[in-house]
């Protein structure tokens, strides 16, 4: 999947986000218990970056609940959002699966393991996300501050 | 928040009631949540339309992505 955008690690600002797949989830899902405070966060939302993977993972979810049209929707409100998608490359996959060897005991996927790589180099100091999984080098969950 | 009074047929109020404790929110939260869908959104944030486009009906929907793309395991 091309970049729409992509920003170097040295350009990392101290108030970027990176937003994980349930992020835009509990953002969309008006029954979802972080439904609220996703939606306060997007409504004034800092410098916010995801990658290629966690987009298709969304679409996929969209495809997997409910059909064509929905995940359709889901790629306009991608579109909508002002985040950064950042490049993710062999370099990005090689860094992932050191990770994802490293955390052998938990179901690392290579989605959430390139959105770790990520915030470690681009020294991202919080994490929009409900998955504990991207809590595991440490980088504050939203949901916890 | 600014408090307000609205009146309601008694069919409406058992409807939005029983929606509520379906949802698990307040019937204020619903009557909210109801609201911010049928007003218009901020023209300078268009991607806050797209803000509760769905109701999986689940509390843990964000939290079971791995689940729902990638399966249980068996």
Known sequence: MPARKSTKPSTATRNEAYVDTSA?????????????????????PPRLITTPLVVAEGHGWFLKRYDTARG????????????????????????????IRR???QDLTLTDAV?????????TRICWSTDFHLGLTKVPLVIHT | MIRTQISL??????????????????????????????????ENKPWMRYAGMIETGEKDASQKVDETVYGNKK
């Open chain 1, 115 to 123: 959105g770790l790589h990520l915030m470690a180099v681009r020294r």
């Open chain 2, 9 to 42: 047929s008694e069919r409406e109020y058992r409807a939005a009631k029983a929606e509520a404790a379906r949802l698990g929110i307040s019937l204020a939260e619903l009557l909210r949540q109801s609201l911010r869908q049928l007003l218009p959104g901020d």
């Open chain 1, 72 to 99: 359709l929707q889901f790629l306009s409100m991608i579109e909508a959002i002002p985040v950064g998608i950042v490049s993710v490359g062999e370099r990005e996959q090689q860094a992932a699966s050191v990770l």
């Open chain 1, 24 to 44: 835009f989830i509990a953002f969309a899902d008006r029954s979802d218990s972080y439904h609220a405070l996703f939606r306060r966060l997007f409504s004034d």
């Open chain 1, 103 to 105: 955390y052998s005991d």
